[in-house]
């Protein structure tokens, strides 16, 4: 028996199997892509969005696009550990337009052996609005751009709360800049300064973001795998949290994300973990024909 006779075939069948996987694959990823970006009028570009700092809505929206969030994380710190609940709902009352109202909560528990007294006070941190305008989308570059501005109405804490109700604002304008690179990779910068203003003290307290996310979806899918690398910068410390995530899709418009968080450079912060479950009531997918 000669074995060139009996290697030779397997080869050409494990070679054929692996070329119509991949084109399988490529398939799945053209499809879905087309039902994101040509399907639909005005243009758009399928991107990855990062799960902690998120986006004011998709860029690139489309009028009626809408989608809640609900997020619970947890931070451990060195006298005590936070919790940080939210609800966010966000919508695109036109093209290209988003729009975000947004309530975060932090409660606190102190470890074995710190006072009470010296945690802080559970709160309601803010009344935070916001919008996003895509300015720039290019399919054939894959390439989207945006600015945005955050307004946060800071709130006084929960044993204090009323007196004063707004014990502050921060201003946070923003620009995001986005590349998908070939059908699964994709990156965003999101970047800007936060300005805190104190109205008691009128004292202002400002310091810069820059946010970089890179991230690898699942071919015919809206499932991701990536990372964010959330960055702080003021005159005189730098701090950074790189935050591995994934992304599954429990349901066509139900999406739940897990991230991980890994301080390099704080001080008084240690290992966290969130979760956010996005509700996209508006979400349809496309049927398309074999």
């Avoid at 570009?45 to 609900?70: C, M, Q, T």
């Avoid at 337009?97 to 074995?112: A, C, M, Q, R």
């Avoid at 966290?272 to 979400?283: D, G, K, Q």
């Amino acid at each position: 028996m000669n074995i060139k006779n009996i290697v030779v075939p397997i080869l050409l069948l494990a070679s054929s199997t692996y070329i119509f996987a991949q084109t399988e694959e490529a398939k799945k990823d053209s499809l879905y892509i087309l039902e994101v970006e040509d399907l639909k009028e005005p243009g758009k570009v399928l991107h990855a969005e990062p799960l902690y700092i998120d986006l004011i809505r998709d860029l690139g929206a489309r009028k009626g696009e809408s989608e809640w969030n609900f997020g619970l994380g947890l931070t451990d710190n060195l006298r005590f550990d936070s919790y940080e609940a939210l609800v966010e709902y966000e919508w695109a009352p036109i093209d290209r337009l988003g729009l975000e109202v947004e309530l975060p909560f932090t409660f606190y528990s102190p470890l074995n052996g710190v006072a009470k007294d010296s945690v802080p006070s559970n709160q309601l941190n803010s009344i935070k609005l916001a919008a996003q305008w895509s300015f720039f989308v290019n399919e054939s570059m894959a390439t989207s751009m945006a600015i945005g501005y955050i307004n946060e109405f800071e709130l006084s804490d929960f044993e204090n709360f009323g007196k004063p109700l707004i014990k502050g604002n921060v201003y946070n304008p923003f620009l995001v800049v986005a590349k998908r690179w070939g059908n699964n990779f994709h990156s965003l910068i999101y970047t800007g300064p936060m300005i805190e203003q104190n109205f008691k003290t009128s004292d202002f307290k400002a310091d810069y973001h820059i946010n970089t996310n890179f991230h690898y979806m699942i071919s015919g899918t809206r499932n991701f795998i990536g990372v964010e690398f959330n960055k702080i910068m003021d005159k005189k410390d730098f701090d950074m949290t790189i935050r591995p995530q994934m992304r599954i899709g429990i349901a066509d418009n139900l999406l739940i994300g897990i991230v991980a968080g890994v301080p390099v450079s704080r001080e008084n912060e240690r290992f966290s973990s969130f979760v956010r479950l996005i509700w996209e009531p508006t979400h349809k997918i496309v049927k398309h024909p074999r």
